[in-house]
């Protein structure tokens, strides 16, 4: 047994020479990288803003699109209107996200006296999935209120939340199904041998495995709900698409829907960076042997 003197100075880590020169090169790699990816695209850009510009009509394309008055004067409605997409987005979502997770335990039931369930299930995402959804949002703000049924709503922004939950649910469940489907089944034979029911098995051993792998197509979904929301304005909701109509019929001038277009994109990106963090976190993980 080898007994370390208290007195003596620790050991500060001297990395090789050899380290050190590979480090350096790999850091003139990275710089070099970054350099060509920057002049490579400031040429991409100044080419297409050289096409764009002296295209032949660029001037009047710049002032029915690009006009700032006219994007000053929409900002407003259309922030306004802003608002309700975002409503749509956190309560549509969150009706989603459980709808979906049934309507795909229900598609995994196993046995014969379980089939009804599945096959409903089953007829239920395959219609609502083919299903156009701009066609479910004409059915359900024009279709349902024609029907003239006690204590049913006529509310455009309701129908057409509605019509947004029948047709993410079917997605979502698909979404949810293949997470299931994935956890092998010797997970579900250990847990059954075990003692735990099947129901517990499904609780504690599978939905956990499943919900972390299908995270970033969750995520994905919810980026194009999230544009989707704005297809309600066909039934005559006031939201951000409808308020910059309304601007747009006033002037004849299209910027209000670029002004629209563009809050979309601003809120997109940011969510869309998410789903790519931690879909890359979810793939480290997994190289590592971490927890899948």
């Known amino acids: 047994m080898t007994v370390r003197d208290g007195s003596a100075p620790p050991e500060v880590y001297r990395p090789s020479a050899r380290r050190i020169e590979r480090e350096r090169y790999r850091r003139a790699r990275t710089r070099r990288s970054y350099l060509v990816a920057g002049v490579s695209t400031a040429v991409t850009a100044f080419a297409l803003y050289e096409l764009i510009v002296n295209s032949p009509g660029w001037q009047r394309t710049r002032e029915t699109f690009f006009s700032a008055h006219y994007a000053r004067v929409s900002f407003a409605p259309v922030m306004e ?74 509310d455009p922004v309701l129908l057409g939340g509605f019509a947004l939950c029948l047709t993410y649910t079917a997605y979502v469940a698909e979404v949810f199904r293949a997470g299931i489907e994935s956890v092998h089944p010797s997970q579900r034979a250990a847990a059954r041998s075990l003692g735990l029911s099947s129901a517990r098995t499904m609780r504690y051993v599978v939905l956990p495995q499943a919900v972390r792998r299908v995270v970033p197509a969750l995520l994905n979904d919810l980026v194009s709900l999230q544009k989707d929301t704005g297809l309600v304005s066909i039934g005559g909701a006031v939201d951000a698409v409808y308020a910059a109509q309304i601007t747009a019929s006033r002037s004849f001038n299209y910027t209000p ?15 869309t960076r998410f789903t790519d963090w931690v879909a890359a976190r979810m793939n480290r993980r997994q190289s590592q042997g971490g927890a899948v």
Do not use: E, H, K, Q
């Open 81 to 154: 209107g802003l608002w309700l997409n975002l409503r749509l987005l956190a309560v549509c979502g969150a009706v989603v996200l459980a709808a979906g997770l049934l309507m795909a335990l229900l598609r995994t039931l196993r046995g014969p006296v379980l089939f009804p369930l599945r096959a409903l299930a089953t007829a239920y995402v395959d219609f609502f999935r083919g299903l156009p959804l701009i066609i479910c949002i004409l059915i359900s703000v024009f279709g349902i209120p024609a029907l003239r049924l006690s204590g049913v709503t006529t």
């Open 257 to 271: 829907y670029v002004i629209a277009g563009l809050i979309f994109v601003a809120i997109t990106i940011p969510m």
